[in-house]
């Protein structure tokens, strides 16, 4: 159904048929694939949903058996409550999302080409985004490198699996942030 919202969907088909989404689909709950070889084809149109902070109320893939597999760009939120200015550590769950993908939905600043800044709330042009470089030696903070680096640009790739710390510059409301890729 076009623009439905499913807690939980499992694909279940005998005789590794493949499924493809032909309209959009939200899921709040997790995609469950029960056979090995099935295709199901996104094409832009699986929505992970995200409505809570909490462990449930949010879109999942759940284990893939065998070959299975999720073909195409599939959208994935992540919900954050209103809690003032503070860290957030995200990390993008798609590939080839970037810098600029995130500043749709709250502001990145920081000594490259494409910042935020002047934004609202922004109290400067310090980096915003930042992740950890484990093995630099010093204290604790003096790991944190900003992303994009600095002479960089908002069109900088974000690493899957990479974890980042986003400082909300506008915490006092809640937001949605979004990526569109291949899982």
């Known amino acids: 159904a076009n623009g439905a919202t499913f807690n939980n969907l499992t694909v279940n088909k005998l005789g590794a048929s493949d499924v493809l989404l032909s309209s959009q689909l ?3 709950g997790q ?17 992970l949903r995200s ?18 597999n999720v073909v195409g760009d599939v959208v994935v939120q992540r919900y ?3 809690e003032g200015p503070v ?3 995200i990390s993008s769950p798609v590939t080839n999302a970037r810098v600029l993908d995130l500043q749709d939905d709250f502001p990145i600043t920081g000594s490259f080409t494409g910042t935020s800044y002047p934004c609202t709330g922004c109290l400067n042009n310090g980096p915003s985004l930042r992740y950890y470089n484990e093995p630099t030696l010093g204290p604790f903070n003096k790991g944190y490198v900003q992303y994009p680096p600095i002479g960089g ?6 690493a899957v699996g990479r974890g980042y710390l986003a400082y909300m510059w506008q915490g006092a409301s809640q937001i ?8």
């Open 26 to 28: 939200g899921l709040t």
């Open 31 to 47: 995609l469950s694939i029960q056979a090995s070889g099935i295709d199901v084809t996104s094409n832009g149109n699986l929505i």
């Open 51 to 68: 409505i809570s902070d909490g462990p449930t109320g949010n879109g999942s893939i759940g284990p893939l058996p065998g070959t299975a």
């Open 80 to 82: 954050h409550s209103a």
């Open 87 to 89: 860290n957030r550590y």
């Open 153 to 158: 640009n908002n069109s900088s790739l974000l």
């Open 176 to 183: 949605t942030w979004d990526v569109t890729g291949p899982i």
